[in-house]
């Protein structure tokens, strides 16, 4: 299917400040290929809305009335499993991000993300990657290096070429890139991705990314 003839990408925007949420929302709607499906000013105020289609993707800020934002991810993720939630606020603190990663958010991208690139953010989570600001990956780098003693690589049992598809999800790529960068079919790439994730005991790509990174199993 061509992009001009792609879905659009239906996105639900989770914001307390207005003026913002109205940005955003008027941001997704008007740009072509997002449709805003959705916005609210609380997480409780999403997870009761009764919306007759599934959202594609969420931008979720962190610090709402009520349930926090990272508080509502698991709750969010059990009304829509496969959804990618992209965290968007002005937090850059290690507590938060490792939390709202922890907790299943894909991405997070600080609120002075320019729109050309937070539109693109979003294309990314929804395509498998996982958008972060550059100055939080950096920190995301240092807090998982630190989070625990490494293990060693013979511990897990990687492949090299198993090793290589995990060292370009920690470079961000997603599966059709990865895919690209090494000359193999997706599938391929899905097959030593569903071999990481049973070596790694892990259930999705942001906590293989996770794994690598604290364990050091990527140089």
Do not use: W
């Not at 659009?8 to 400040?17: L, N």
């Not at 968007?88 to 991405?107: E, M, N, P, Q, S």
Request: aromatic content about 6%; overall charge neutral; hydrophobic content about 40%.
């Amino acid at each position: 299917m061509s992009a001009e003839n792609s879905p659009d990408i239906r996105v639900i925007v989770i914001e307390d400040q207005r003026d913002i949420r109205a940005g955003l929302a008027a941001l997704i709607g008007g740009t072509p290929g997002f449709r805003c499906v959705g916005s609210f000013r609380s997480m409780e105020d999403a997870l009761s809305s009764g919306t007759d289609e599934a959202p594609g993707a969420a931008l979720l800020d962190i610090g709402l009335p009520g349930m926090s934002g990272i508080e509502g991810i698991p709750k969010l993720l059990e009304k829509y499993p496969l959804l990618p939630i992209l965290i968007l606020t002005v937090f850059d603190d290690d507590d938060r991000i490792f939390r709202a990663l922890c907790a299943g958010a894909c991405g997070y991208l600080l609120k002075r993300t320019p729109p050309a690139q937070l539109l693109e953010g979003i294309r990314q989570a929804v395509n498998g990657g996982s958008p972060i600001s550059p100055e939080i990956a950096r920190r995301v780098v240092m807090l998982f290096r630190e989070f625990a003693p490494p293990r060693a690589r013979e511990d897990c049992a990687l492949t090299a070429r198993e090793t290589r598809v995990l060292e370009l999800f920690v470079e961000g790529h997603n599966y059709k890139t990865a895919a690209a960068e090494l000359g193999v079919s997706i599938n391929t790439v899905s097959y030593f991705t569903r071999q990481i994730f049973r070596k790694l005991q892990v259930h999705s790509k942001s906590e293989a990314v996770a794994a690598a990174l604290r364990n050091r199993l990527v140089g």
